[in-house]
């Protein structure tokens, strides 16, 4: 009988745990617990477990236009920024001291899938200073440290650098899903052209439901800003942007160095395509060669310099500065596109249609 009323009593003070709200900090957030249809940053979202919403519930995602990274019809990124509700920054020392890598490169290609992600990173999320992990290190800490239901204690199965990875593939799917150059081509406003900022809004409008700031550097396209709003703890849901941008009236949108994607497809996120094989260059790439891209056949002599335009061997390479530069050119598709190699590497030539990095 006491045997009884004791297992009795265990199964009511389990049911009744059972039935506290789960504290992230202490417990990994079950599935179930999360509502479905609450918006971050809504009357509803108060009180909804950070592990279900981001804290920092409005979101930015960053595209921009700058000559030399990424193919010449694609915007790239600058990052995936978590804001305030009322459009307030996060700290600018990131949000989880414990988070702080600087060897984003060398984690992502120690996570399953992480390679076919690199790559993807090293053409659509590239810096401008040359170093692509010292980019990627800086945006994870002081930004991707900030979405908060990301967080390792958020997972009840959490494997390591799963938020790294998270974090960037899900960037990358945003950039597919709101392809800025494919929504302005649309309308008429390509590269090289002189388009009034309205029409850039409207063409956004039409082409995603809702408008974007556009921000310009010295009367040319700098950057383009999309806000969203996350529900269902991790579906992002465009919202109306904090401001307009700093572009007035006509502005340049300069055409930019790279070439013309093969397919649009390519710049899908690691999860649903097959990792692109072409990456950026950095701001200013070293003068081409002289020589004449001899890379479409097996003999003559060794090509140096930054290729352009058409190539038929796929998969050849040219080093840009063999044994001094990182960079390298690549046959992808009928297209020449730049490489680089990983940070510390550099481009050495083997045959006139082939190289290695070291």
Not at 191 to 219: E, L, W
Request: hydrophobic fraction near 30%.
């Amino acid at each position: 009988m006491k045997f009884s009323t004791l297992a009795a009593s265990v199964a009511f003070a389990l049911s009744a745990v059972s039935a506290l709200p789960l504290n992230h900090s202490v417990l990994s957030r079950r599935a179930d617990t999360c509502p479905t249809d609450v918006l971050s940053c809504s009357a509803e979202s108060k009180g909804v477990s950070s592990c279900c919403l981001p804290e920092m519930g409005l979101i930015l995602l960053v595209q921009q236009w700058y000559n030399g990274l990424g193919p010449a019809d694609e915007f790239t990124i600058h990052g995936l920024w978590p804001d305030t509700c009322s459009g307030g920054q996060g700290p600018s020392t990131g949000c989880d001291s414990n988070r702080i890598y600087s060897d984003i490169e060398t984690r992502l290609n120690d996570y399953k899938g992480g390679p076919a992600l690199v790559d993807q990173l090293n053409t659509y999320w590239a810096s401008y200073k040359g170093d692509n992990n010292a980019f990627w290190a800086h945006e994870w800490s002081k930004h991707g440290t900030c979405i908060s239901n990301i967080a390792p204690s958020c997972s009840s199965n959490f494997v390591k650098d799963q938020d790294v990875y998270h974090y960037f593939n899900k960037t990358l799917e945003l950039r597919t899903q709101y392809n800025l150059y494919q929504a302005l081509a649309a309308a008429g406003i390509t590269p090289g052209s002189t388009p009034q900022v309205a029409d850039m809004h409207t063409a956004i409008q039409k082409a995603f439901g809702v408008d974007a700031q556009i921000n310009c550097n010295s009367g040319s396209l700098s950057e383009i800003w999309l806000y969203f709003k996350v529900k269902n703890n991790d579906e992002y849901v465009t919202t109306a942007p904090l401001s307009k941008g700093s572009c007035k009236g006509a502005i340049n949108y300069p055409k930019k160095s790279g070439s013309i994607t093969p397919s649009k497809t390519s710049a899908a996120a690691v999860t649903s395509q097959p990792a692109a094989t072409s990456a950026p260059a950095a701001t200013s790439a070293p003068a081409a060669s002289t020589n004449a891209p001899t890379a479409t056949s097996p003999t003559g002599p060794i090509p140096t310099g930054k290729q352009t335009g058409k190539c038929s061997v796929s998969g050849a390479t040219v080093c840009v500065s063999p044994g001094t530069s990182n960079q390298y050119s690549k046959c992808n598709q009928g297209n020449w596109v730049l490489n680089q190699c990983k940070t510390g590497l550099v481009c050495y030539s083997d045959t006139n249609t082939s190289t290695h990095c070291a």
